[in-house]
């Protein structure tokens, strides 16, 4: 790991389980060593064996056998590549390095005076910039001190994982290339790179690029569009960054070779905290270099005036960017930065013939899909993928060009590149002439009468969503992904700690077994309308596995459902609660088993949903399943929230939903039937509970009230085990995008722009959710790209 280079004095360690006052206590996980990272998958229909809780100490001796039995090597390169299924080896690589990376979290939030965010400032009362008293405890502007250097750090992460990826030669996707087999289609079957122990990573870096990689479609696309086929074939290489993982504590240790093959390829320094704190970017108005600090929120120690609170700051990394460029005088902010990328994918498409993100991967399938011109020449509705990149071009381009103008009354935003767009498509495209001049490819002369597709409208809203509340090269805000992720490395490493269990291997042997079963489920839900499949925690690591080596995954995917199957990582909180329920039903009737096994009243409560309404004799087969389940004496070692975590709902990618009123006055009913439902359904289960604990002592479910989470030092409540932890504990201004909510509605930033919306459009934020188009969101699991995820008649896939 990493120490800070001091300032003054030296910080004191940070706590291992984020108490305010604890000290570091020894991993005394399994230390497990390199092996085969694929194989064939396990047979679906074989029953995973089931979990239980071991209350005691981990014997060294079956740790040291696990951590002899790792074998990660590569299996033989075929061409095409075959189809594989991740290996309990590799699984529990991948918790080593979840591990690590919890550790890099935890050393960097607590690390006193990181870019002069000193702990003293939480020594006395404060006041806000509001200048009213702030009555908040020391320890409540200690976790925000806390969450701040976090936000900071990942922001310098980001950019520095973007430098690493400028170090391979870009081959930039033409539109011409998308006419071809060679360079389009047939990328997902190029050769994989060879990975050196000196090739390396510093772990900020791996860290951003393992949640690029859980978002399987954004992250082929922005291979693709680069260029980058062996880089993106080849994976993450679990062999060297497991032997790079080492001790009980889990120290990510690499030789002075890697370090100085990094610092040659990327002109930055191996530590994160060792690169400058300010960075010279290009203002979007006239190129010039301007150099600005990331924070604006540290304070010398000391300082006179430190006890104002302010973890806000104008800075790269911070909430609210403002920096007036000395040469033209603009105000560079992150929403003048985001319309420059989206000006500049434009520039470089009709400069250069450059494809523009967002239209790269067929909307339904996920796959590089060589476009067809000409292919509906009669019906006036035009197909083509590259729809928004001639609106770009032709209706848009003026008019982001006028923003960044000296003296320009628009100021530079995407909200004012929707309104420019809105213009367009009510006003001015709205007229057959004009759109026949957008169009304008072969195969389309002779129409009479244009109109934007909704294959059309749904592309465009998919370009959109690259650039709402993201600046970077990338297809989507990875600051957000990381913290979005670690909600579930907390869980794995702090929680569950299943690498201190003597059963390590016989509970990933279980987890996989879940995980093919739930790929069947998977397989449904891709013909069938409106549904979505939650995997529970055991299956997600699993899950998360797979989608690290992406060829291999893109294979199996493909195999199974015909096509590439997403993972996306922003999904209504609300949403996801009700998708879960209908996996968990699909689990029970497909395989006769409990999906969920835990004992929180949550759990407990969407399997009591499960139950048929009316019976016409006796009790029927999923209730005799429940009783015999509860029945069982393996259920007793069952974990019961939250006394002891379990394996229950995956909520990483849940998010809160900001509506504006008009959208509100839309999803309230549906929202209120999902509330009413699981408390009617709740109260059933709790009577059931209460009749079953008279009867032979044995609780079937824990309390409903006390769900919390952990951040940074305090157990803070939720709502449940569904609910987004990061919109219950973030401060959502620090960042340059909250990433524990969304927003949604006319107006709101993310939004479509009117008359990009339809019946199967999708939603600039790429959101998983609800809203009065009854669809969902991005193209999650393999379907259609919509924008919603409840509306009238159920759910629209």
Not at 244 to 265: L, M, Q, R
Not at 407 to 432: L, Q, W, Y
């Amino acid at each position: 790991m990493w120490k800070r280079k001091p300032k003054s004095q030296p910080a004191p360690p940070p706590p291992s389980e984020d108490g305010p006052g604890s000290t570091p206590a020894s991993a005394s996980e399994a230390i497990v060593q390199p092996g085969s990272a694929f194989l064939s998958g396990p047979d679906a229909s074989a029953p995973p064996l089931s979990y239980g809780t071991d209350p005691s100490d981990p014997d060294p001796s079956v740790l040291a056998g696990i951590a002899s039995g790792l074998n990660l090597a590569l299996p033989p390169e075929t061409h095409p590549p075959l189809s594989s299924f991740p290996t309990q080896d590799a699984c529990l690589a991948h918790l080593r390095l979840l591990t690590a990376f919890n550790r890099l979290k935890t050393e960097t939030g607590y690390c006193d005076g990181l870019w002069d965010i000193w702990d003293a400032r939480a020594s006395t009362t404060t006041t806000n910039y509001m200048k009213h008293t702030d009555t908040r405890n020391d320890l409540d502007i200690l976790i925000r001190l806390r969450e701040k250097r976090w936000a900071i750090y990942l922001g310098r992460a980001v950019d520095r994982y973007a430098a690493w990826w400028r170090t391979f030669t870009p081959n930039m996707l033409l539109e011409s290339d998308m006419l071809t087999r060679a360079r389009y289609e047939g990328f997902p079957e190029s050769n994989p790179m060879v990975w050196r122990e000196e090739m390396l990573l510093p772990l900020d870096v791996l860290l951003v690029w393992h949640a690029h990689m859980l978002n399987p479609r954004l992250y082929l696309e922005d291979c693709l569009r680069y260029g980058h086929n062996s880089f993106w074939a080849a994976g993450i290489p679990w062999s060297i960054i497991n032997t790079a993982v080492i001790g009980p504590t889990f120290d990510y240790v690499v030789s002075d070779a890697c370090k100085a093959h990094w610092e040659a390829n990327t002109n930055l320094a191996w530590r994160n905290e060792d690169d400058p704190d300010a960075k010279d970017v290009p203002c979007p108005a006239c190129s010039k270099f301007v150099p600005i600090p990331w924070t604006t929120c540290g304070l010398p120690p000391g300082y006179s005036v430190a006890k104002q609170l302010d973890v806000v700051g104008q800075g790269l990394a911070d909430g609210r960017l403002a920096h007036a460029c000395p040469s033209c005088g603009i105000k560079i902010t992150h929403e003048s930065l985001r319309a420059a990328k989206f000006r500049d994918d434009i520039q470089a498409s009709i400069h250069s013939n450059h494809a523009i993100p967002g239209t790269i991967l067929d909307l339904d399938t996920g796959l590089p899909k060589p476009l067809q011109y000409g292919s509906d020449d009669t019906s006036g509705e035009c197909p083509d993928r590259l729809f928004p990149t001639r609106l770009a071009r032709r209706g848009l381009f003026a008019h982001i060009l006028e923003m960044f103008k000296p003296g320009s009354k628009m100021r530079p935003s995407m909200m004012a590149v929707r309104d420019a767009m809105e213009e367009n498509f009510t006003g001015k495209f709205a007229d057959s002439k004009n759109l026949r001049e957008v169009m304008n490819f072969p195969g389309h002369e002779d129409v009479t009468t244009f109109r934007p597709s909704l294959d059309g409208k749904r592309q465009t809203r998919k370009m959109m969503s690259r650039y709402w509340e993201n600046s970077s090269p990338f297809s989507i805000d990875l600051v957000g992904c990381v913290m979005r992720q670690a909600t579930f490395t907390e869980k794995m490493c702090k929680q569950l700690k299943w690498l201190h269990f003597p059963t390590t291997r016989d509970i990933v042997r279980n987890l996989l077994g879940k995980y093919a079963r739930f790929f069947e489920i998977i397989a449904i839900t891709s013909p069938t309308e409106g549904k979505v499949a939650v995997p529970t925690l055991d299956v997600d690591l699993a899950w998360h596995t797979h989608q690290l080596s992406p060829q291999s995954y893109f294979v199996f995917t493909l195999s199974k459902t015909g096509t590439f199957v997403d993972h996306n990582d922003k999904v209504d909180e609300d949403r996801l609660s009700t998708a879960f329920e209908w996996t968990s039903k699909m689990y029970q009737e497909r395989y006769g088993e409990i999906y969920s096994e835990c004992k929180c009243w949550y759990c407990e409560t969407v399997r009591v949903m499960a139950l048929p309404t009316t019976k016409m004799f006796g009790i029927g087969k999923e209730e005799k399943l429940l009783e015999a389940w509860h029945a069982a004496s393996k259920t007793n070692n069952v974990p019961m929230p939250p006394a002891a975590e379990s394996a229950h709902v995956s909520s990483h990618p849940a998010v809160h939903t900001n509506e504006t009123t008009a959208q509100r006055t839309t999803i309230r009913p549906l929202r209120s039937e999902f509330r009413n439902r699981l408390e009617e359904t709740h109260s059933k289960a709790r009577k059931k509970a209460s009749k079953t604990f008279k009867a032979d002592s044995v609780k079937r479910m824990g309390p409903r009230g006390e769900d919390k989470t952990s951040f940074w030092g305090k157990d803070i409540a939720v709502d449940g085990p569904w609910a987004s932890a990061l919109a219950a504990v973030t401060t959502s201004a620090m960042y340059p995008a909250g990433p524990g909510f969304v927003n949604m509605g006319p107006g709101a930033v993310g939004s479509c722009a009117t008359g990009t919306c339809g019946g199967a459009t999708g939603c600039g934020s790429e959101l998983v959710g609800m809203c009065s188009a009854g669809r969902v969101g991005s193209a999650w699991f393999g379907g259609k790209a919509g924008c919603t995820g409840m509306g009238e008649g159920g759910f629209d896939f």
